[in-house]
């Protein structure tokens, strides 16, 4: 088998994408630097001698491998990109015209069905799968038709606008579903609104949010500098053949599964959190809940701290500087993420928050990190062609590089001094960002308040130092006259920013800044690789090992298999998200996964993060579970990475204990609650528990990427029956669970019932979560990979 597959992966006629693909690095930049002139450059060269072997490795693949174009790092946030360079909306080969799609490795690159471009995330799984030539599946999804009606009010923004529409869809419940959003409202909001409405798809649980091609999608083109040749050729091809929206004639009825409506002028101005991006607080409410939330018990809307502890103040020395700490005050303040950095109304909106403070005196306290992450290198040239970004600068609001930053959990270290007082005096610090995910233990290890807002609230957030404000009746600071300042004093009319995004946001930008986005920089092209076809693994790389998966595999399917008298590993509540089961932010000193660097000569200064990492498995395998915030009810209340060894009662890391299971030959099983692996489309999430010996996850639902990978990698979904739970049925986890499926593949089929017994007696019916025939059949292999290798095989000889 080992031959064969080298032999395969010699011949690049076979393996050769079957359609053109757009490969962009969409590396995540660590805020090493921050609040720096030359934070930009320091974080990149930072980032090289770091990722060096991860680059060199994708490097070599952008030689080795036809049809696929590189995007070099440090060029942006790959869904921006796409927004506007790579989306084509119709394609042209050679004469054939057909609508673009796109499917991608990150959940967020339903941005781009804000162009018109059908498009949603996979895991890395079933996209490998599909750049070798296997089809995607899907269950015919149910359609939500979305009407919008009205207009904004003045001072809402679009961040406003998708945290309410997050918050209803969440309700609605469209996991699995398409979103298709129309109405008259359409024709108020801009092409960049959309794209921020589509970019949350994942966060209200939709497969996609498409906004149909109308007047404004080919406006949008023209101003990126897509020719007028080729938008021509898209409204002809759409209208002709009638997949073009035209507000101007009459709009007949449509028919939809489910319907709901939204009047833009109910928007308010809104924040999510302090731990899930659907908990949307009203700014006037902000300051009643955050009280709420320290007085309630320990979830999703608490921290419990006791009432004589919450006016705590804690003093420290930040460079010689007295300073103080209390529960709400903001450590970290960003502006970045894909969802926001692509909408110039909001960015230049930030901007002017920042103009009107320098203007009026207000500085941010010197110790919160501050951070600017554009998606591309047009929002700096609007942003420095408008005159505001040196009153960004100004407030600590430096570039720190182009790409991921705060929101996927790259956030850096604080200062020492921060950390401490923080971890010390038990602190809920809190962290402001413009991102699309705020869930426990991602954006930092010490800010337990996470909230999203809109860049200009990032900035006001920023100056008045705390979230245990209200904006409306408090002050966000004192003038250079002695004057309180408010915030509405700081905050732009809708007309202001419109003027600015007028006369800064150019066609030439685009132009200028996507004509050499191939080139790449100077430590990119000075990258050595080598040029053979067939990948030359190091054995000592602790970045790049060569994976496990497909050791001792056989030509022959093993088919499908139950689970016989399996140890439950961990015992979950709802919400757990592919953050808690794959974290990609920093590797704890203590962990597995630092005990594994530390004995290869890492040192801790170099561990850089889990999602740097990703490519070595041994580094993965030991980072599955290991988010600290992670709830595990077989601990009775403690939080953490940890779990019981059942048999003897022990307590263990989560990887030690499934090595210790898999040594003694004995399967593992996860139960869970609602929404098991909601969150990012991270593949890392599914192949971690398969490496860490997990045959099954029983769920009360699970979201469609996750369970998608799930299924990829040969791990049977399950979800209890509708009302029944781990807790109503009686379970702990203590109990061994045994999974009866037959033993021939043409017995099974998509969502048949399957029983599942304990050792306790207790027996229970669950729905076996194999949606489609075509999933039955990568069961039977193993996994997806394994199938679409078998099958290249199959066609080579």
Not at 343 to 369: H, R, T, Y
Not at 525 to 549: A, C, E, F, M, R
Request: aromatic share 8%.
């Amino acid at each position: 088998m080992r031959d064969a597959m080298n032999s395969l992966a010699g011949d690049s006629d076979k393996i050769n994408p079957l359609v053109p693909v757009d490969l962009v690095i969409d590396h995540s930049v660590q805020v090493d630097v921050a609040r720096s002139e030359n934070a930009v450059n320091a974080n990149m060269e930072l980032e090289f001698q770091r990722n060096k072997e991860r680059f060199a490795f994708l490097k070599w693949g952008s030689n080795a491998f036809h049809n696929m174009l590189v995007v070099p790092p440090g060029s942006g946030i790959v869904h921006q990109v796409n927004l506007e360079y790579l989306g084509r909306v119709v394609f042209n080969t050679k004469g054939l015209l057909y609508p673009d799609s796109v499917v991608g490795t990150d959940s967020h690159t339903t941005m781009i069905d804000g162009l018109g471009v059908a498009g949603w995330g996979v895991g890395g799984i079933e996209a490998e799968a599909a750049m070798l030539g296997q089809p995607m599946s899907m269950v015919l999804p149910g359609v939500v038709g979305f009407k919008l009606l009205g207009k904004l009010r003045d001072g809402v923004t679009a961040t406003d606008l998708v945290l309410t529409v997050t918050q209803m869809l969440r309700k609605h419940g469209v996991v699995g579903k398409f979103v298709e959003f129309y109405g008259e409202g359409m024709s108020e909001l801009s092409l960049a609104d959309r794209a921020t409405i589509a970019n949350m798809s994942p966060e209200y649980g939709a497969t996609m949010g498409f906004f149909p091609v109308d007047h404004v999608t080919l406006q949008y083109l023209k101003l990126t500098g897509r020719s007028d040749e080729t938008v021509s050729m898209i409204e002809s091809y759409l209208r002709a053949n009638k997949m073009f929206v035209d507000y101007s004639e009459p709009q007949g009825e449509r028919v939809y599964s489910s319907y709901l409506e939204l009047n833009l002028e109910d928007v308010e101005p809104c924040v999510s959190g302090p731990k899930r991006p659907h908990d949307r607080v009203s700014l006037k409410e902000m300051k009643s809940d955050w009280r709420s939330c320290l007085d309630n018990k320990i979830g999703f809307k608490g921290f419990a701290i006791p009432k004589e502890s919450q006016s705590k103040v804690v003093e420290f020395e930040f460079h010689g500087t007295r300073a103080q700490l209390r529960h709400g005050d903001v450590v970290i303040a960003a502006i970045t993420s894909c969802t926001n950095t692509s909408n110039p109304s909001v960015m230049l909106g930030a901007a002017l928050v920042a103009k009107k403070a320098c203007e009026l005196g207000l500085e941010v306290k010197p110790w919160i990190k501050t951070s600017l992450a554009p998606g591309s290198g047009v929002v700096t040239k609007y942003l420095q062609k408008s005159g505001l970004q040196s009153y960004l600068n100004q407030l600590g609001f430096n570039i720190v590089g182009y790409g991921c930053t705060t929101c996927i959990g790259n956030s850096g270290d604080l200062d020492e001094s921060v950390a401490s007082a923080i971890a010390e005096n038990d602190i809920v610090a809190a962290a402001v960002l413009s991102g699309n995910r705020n869930f426990e233990g991602r954006v930092h290890p010490l800010t337990r308040a996470n909230y999203l807002a809109s860049p200009p609230l990032v900035v006001a957030y920023a100056l008045a130092g705390t979230v245990d404000i209200d904006f409306e009746t408090e002050p966000i600071g004192v003038g250079k006259d002695g004057k309180n300042i408010f915030f509405r004093d700081i905050w732009p009319s809708n007309e202001e920013v419109a003027e600015v995004v007028q006369s800064s946001v150019l066609p030439d930008m685009f132009k200028a800044t996507y004509e050499a986005i191939t080139k790449g920089n100077s430590m990119w092209n000075q990258l050595n690789v080598p040029s053979g076809k067939l990948y030359s693994w190091d054995p000592k790389s602790t970045y790049i090992h060569q994976p496990p998966y497909f050791k001792d595999m056989s030509m022959s399917p093993p088919g499908p298999y139950g689970v016989k008298d399996a140890y439950c590993l961990l015992n979950f509540g709802d919400s757990i998200t592919t953050d808690h089961i794959s974290p990609a932010g920093s590797i704890h000193k203590d962990s597995p996964a630092a005990r594994y660097l530390m004995e290869r000569g890492v040192d801790r200064r170099d561990f850089n993060s889990y999602g740097s990492r990703r490519g070595n498995d041994e580094v993965m395998a030991r980072g599955t579970f290991a988010n600290i915030r992670i709830v595990n009810m077989l601990l009775n209340g403690e939080v953490g990475p940890k779990t019981v060894h059942i048999p003897t009662g022990e307590k263990l890391s989560v990887f030690d204990a499934a090595m210790r299971y898999k040594s003694e030959g004995q399967g593992t099983i996860i139960l869970a609650g609602a929404e098991y692996g909601s969150g990012s489309s991270r593949d890392w999430a599914a192949k971690g528990p398969k490496l860490l010996g997990v045959k099954a996850v029983i769920a009360k639902s699970f979201e469609r990427i996750h369970r998608s990978n799930l299924v990829g990698m040969g791990i049977i979904p399950l979800c209890f029956k509708c009302g029944e739970d781990a807790e109503t049925l009686g379970l702990t986890g203590h109990e061994r669970y045994s999974i009866g499926l037959p033993s021939s593949i043409s017995d099974l089929r998509p969502g048949q019932d399957v029983k599942v017994e304990t050792d306790s007696g207790k027996s229970f019916a669950c729905t076996l979560r194999f949606d489609t025939e075509v999933e039955l059949v990568y069961f039977d292999h193993g996994g997806i990979l394994q199938y679409v290798i078998r099958n290249l095989v199959d066609a080579k000889h």
